[in-house]
DNA sequence: AATCGTTGTATGGATTGAGATACACCGGTT
DNA sequence: AACCGGTGTATCTCAATCCATACAACGATT
């Protein structure tokens, strides 16, 4: 039950299939490849040795598949380009590194809580907050796990204007007070206290003057369950 | 401007700082430490060295600070137990390697655009379905760039009870039609086209059915300006 | 004082990753 | 045929990582 500080150092992300992993350097060289059309000059441009670096791709395309086609003699004497296989890849690496970058810079909102409902992809979760709805992987009733809401995925709304949703909603809805605004350029982080528990909300400058928060005033969250992480404690 | 299916195999992600990568097996490390409250005991368990896992815990904390205290003598002959900064560290890693799960598991939809104002934190970009505001790193007026839109941060609402929001909103709002559902347990995938995008948002069974969503119905699509990436391509 | 079970330290060996260097092969161009 | 500039292959060396083994030191307990 606490709100989890921003990362210290940055985070590096790997795609790993059978033991194999892609990670920053291999991105690198694709990107390279990809930009000179030669893996001769990209690994010269990235001080790297041939040799090794055609070999890494070797490695890779075991694992991956053919991510790059490879060509020796004709015009220019040869040549390579990534294939379709290899821009998906790198399309997925990337997302991931975005992915991690991303984590590093919103804050999150972490509670304890235990499974006391099941429904597909989804469970329901008893907090110290009450229900909370999310997604799970793999957890059955009773289990105790931590519950994940990103500080960009929190809406927060005037409780005078505010439809109180049907129950057949899954939108987490709380009412709280705000206890501090930390002020960015155009980018707050509203902080909320529900009971013991405290939220972190990103708002932009313009909402918050629509909506006029200020510290001490009540509010009601919303966050999609969809976007809520449900993570097994027994890792 | 496409959707991006879900990875081939798994993300795994490493904390780093001043070039020492925290990754998974310093968390196995950590986490079975704390468990037993002995190293010794820990490297047995995980069938490792203990002198070398003792010596890649004295490089782990040359840069991340004191993680583990040590005890040598005393009642139970010695013992080690976690710090702080080490339970913060694993919880910081934690949130990482949580964060890639759930990209990985969770569609995106990406849009290429051009960027056209910038308000600090926040930049509006031209893309082919509009004018599209998000989080953006050190990008300028005039880059190129990637918009990314987690399939769970976008909320889907019929256009007939959607009020229409004023201009101070810094929600991003678009008109699509339904062109697919993915169907889970009880979330579903829902692919709307806009223009020549596709969209894709997480919707739970309940929405889906108190939304009436089904093929060609025409639906809203909202999302936070603060849950939207930009990146930059210049990477 | 001896014993216990931990941490602390040193040494050696194996494996893997990665750079440096050299030669061979290819197909287009001159 | 010779040349060009790429890919393909082989060999060597070095550094980093990590396991195995052994001995030393510590403080509580007997």
Known sequence: MTSDPGADGHGTAALVRDGVEFGERDRALLREIERTGSVAAASSNLGRSRPRDLSRIETLEETFGELVERRRGGSGGGGSQLTDTGDQLLARYERLQV?????????????????????????????????????????????????????????????????EPDATS??????????????????????????????????????????????????????????????????
């Open 99 to 163: 992915a991690l970058t991303a984590t590093a810079q919103v804050p999150e909102t972490v509670l304890q809580g235990t499974v006391t409902d099941l429904s597909g992809e989804l469970a329901e979760v008893d907090t110290p907050v009450g229900r909370v709805r999310g997604l799970h992987d793999d957890v059955t009733v009773d289990d105790q796990l931590q519950v994940r809401i990103g500080a960009d995925s929190i809406t927060l709304l005037d409780p005078g204007s505010d439809p």
């Open 170 to 235: 899954a939108r987490n809805r709380l009412v709280g007070t705000i206890t501090g605004i930390d002020r960015g350029e155009t980018v707050l982080t509203v902080h909320v206290a529900v009971g013991d528990a405290d939220f972190q909300a990103l708002v932009t400058d313009n909402s918050a003057q629509r909506l006029d928060l200020h510290e001490n005033r009540e509010v009601v969250l919303t966050w999609k369950a969809t976007a809520t992480r449900l993570v097994s404690e027994s890792r």
